[in-house]
Nanobody, 123 residues
Framework: QVQLVASGGGSVQAGGSLRLSCAVS????????MGWFRQAPGKEREGVAN???????EYGDSVTGRFTISKDNAKNTMYLQMNNLKPKDTAMYYC?????????????????WGQGIQVTVSS
């Protein structure tokens, strides 16, 4: 059974930094991609960043230059380093994994989700 366990998050002031972690276990595919999504109250879920099995990364426009996604294959853990946080970054953050980037967050039965982590940025 695939399990994603997220950790980190919390409350910071604008300009501060936080790091989210997401540990994956039970994945049966030889390779998979992972990503972070977020959802603010009253808004749709949006993709924040993703990282493919070969290490390629992609970022949403609103976080480019401020957030960095990475992974430690030995620990099966993905990270999201968030710097220069802004109040608009306040949201529930979710990690996800899928066997292909095209499925990540798009195809429900192929996407596994971790529990949400609250990130709150005050001005």
């Amino acid at each position: 059974q695939v399990q994603l366990v997220a950790s980190g998050g919390g409350s910071v002031q604008a300009g501060g930094s936080l790091r989210l972690s997401c540990a994956v276990s039970g994945y049966t595919y030889n390779s998979y991609c992972m990503g972070w999504f977020r959802q603010a109250p009253g808004k749709e879920r949006e993709g924040v960043a993703n990282i493919e099995s070969n290490g390629s990364t992609e970022y949403g426009d609103s976080v480019t230059g401020r957030f960095t996604i990475s992974k430690d294959n030995a620990k099966n853990t993905m990270y999201l380093q968030m710097n220069n946080l802004k109040p608009k970054d306040t949201a529930m953050y979710y990690c996800a994994a899928a066997p292909a980037i095209q499925a990540l967050g798009v195809i429900p039965y192929l996407t596994n989700w971790g529990q949400g982590i609250q990130v709150t940025v005050s001005s």
